[in-house]
């Protein structure tokens, strides 16, 4: 589990791609200390496992399905990552509840200055849009975001410049594609409400019905 408030920025040292698989080796630009064998860590907010520690940095494996689901197939030698270590219990909760598993690649439409913010809009799938709402939570390639304003298909987000000098983000451009992974909690409850939905529509219980056994 993650907060979606980025750590920090890494480079990717290398990286071997094979049959849609990838391994890649990467070196944080902040301390980066005790990482051990089977960690969790995020990177540009997909949840990867470290195989290995190295010095202020370590090797994941990215499956066929992540690479499916992300940008991480899109990174080359020397590519900048945003990067954030697990959730520990007892940490301060900044962010939100981010799992690490990418819904989809949302792409930026556009990038406006705000005063010293910015103003990004970025396309996505109309599938999830049910699950992004004005004020709610958001994570772009691991950064928890506010939604200001939403579409079923498009959302809007507000980037401070603390945020824009910490994570990537400061690089995006119009086209740029980013990993996108929505609300957690308002899955869960559209995954426990969908049984019921589907009951209510296929009742048989009509006026006439109520009607005939004394209602």
């Not at 470290?50 to 690479?67: I, K, Q």
């Not at 079923?152 to 507000?158: G, H, K, P, S, T």
């Not at 990993?179 to 219980?205: C, F, Q, W």
């Amino acid at each position: 589990m993650f907060t979606g408030l980025v750590q920090g920025l890494g480079v990717v040292e290398s990286l071997t791609a094979r049959a849609g698989q990838m391994r890649l080796a990467l070196r944080a630009r902040f301390p980066l200390r005790d990482v051990v064998l089977g960690e969790s860590i995020a990177v540009n907010g997909a949840c990867l496992t470290v195989e290995a520690a190295l010095d202020n940095g370590f090797t994941a494996y990215a499956s066929a399905e992540t690479m499916d689901k992300t940008n991480l197939g899109a990174l080359s030698q020397g590519a900048t990552v945003n990067l954030e270590r697990a959730l520990a219990l007892g940490d301060r909760l900044g962010g939100h509840l981010v799992s690490g598993h990418v819904d989809c690649l949302a792409r930026v439409q556009s990038v406006t200055d705000a005063g010293e913010s910015v103003r990004l809009r970025l396309s996505f799938p109309a599938e999830h849009g049910i699950f992004v709402v004005p004020k709610g939570s958001v994570a772009l390639d691991g950064v928890s975001l506010t939604v200001n304003d939403c579409g079923q298909d498009w959302l809007e987000v507000n980037v401070i410049p603390s945020t824009q000098g910490e994570t990537t983000i400061g690089d995006w451009k119009p086209g740029r594609q980013v990993n996108m992974e929505t609300d957690l909690i308002g899955k869960y409850v559209a995954r426990m409400l969908a049984p019921h939905a589907s009951a209510s529509k296929a009742s048989n219980i009509t006026e006439d019905f109520l009607k005939l056994h004394g209602f």
